[in-house]
């Protein structure tokens, strides 16, 4: 069994995928898995969109409305899955949207490690038209709610290799609290 810290170590882009993607059932172990993220009151202040088939089509024609293209935009057409992230902000004395928005995307990285892990290729995709309303609209999105982006999930091309990252300098990120001025 692979260890977290190996998985996370191993997980790269895929930008292009197969036609084979996992099943709804699938889907649904892993974001129950996904959804144990660490969540303040536990608000799960987050949702999940499944698009399949014509559900990308409609996308779209939603991203050519918000681009003001006339002809619907194919990007949505480049994975058989595609999982809407959205932020669905709760009231809470408690707990900031922006820390609502936090939850919602550590559960969409969660899935992303998750479906990795299980062989299927994930990128995270985004775009300005992501806060736009004909791509709201075509996702149902109520009022308290904001997409996210999409994460794309296919089958991993046997002779493509995912994206190269360059391994994180540490050091460069993790400092000490500053002493206090006298």
Known sequence: MTSALEAVRARRSWSKVTDAAPTHDQLLELVAAAGRVADH??????????????DRERLGAAIA??????????????APLLVAVVASY???DKVPRWEQEAVASGVAHMLSLLLDEAGWGVLWRTGHYTRSKPVAKAHGLKKNEELLGWLYVGGKPASARPGHRRPVDASAFVTRMPEGRK
């Open 65 to 78: 409305k918000a681009e003001g293209d006339k002809h619907p935009s194919t990007k949505p057409l480049r």
């Open 90 to 92: 709760r009231k809470s």
């Open 41 to 54: 009151s536990s608000l799960a202040p987050w949702r999940l969109i499944e698009l399949r088939g014509a």
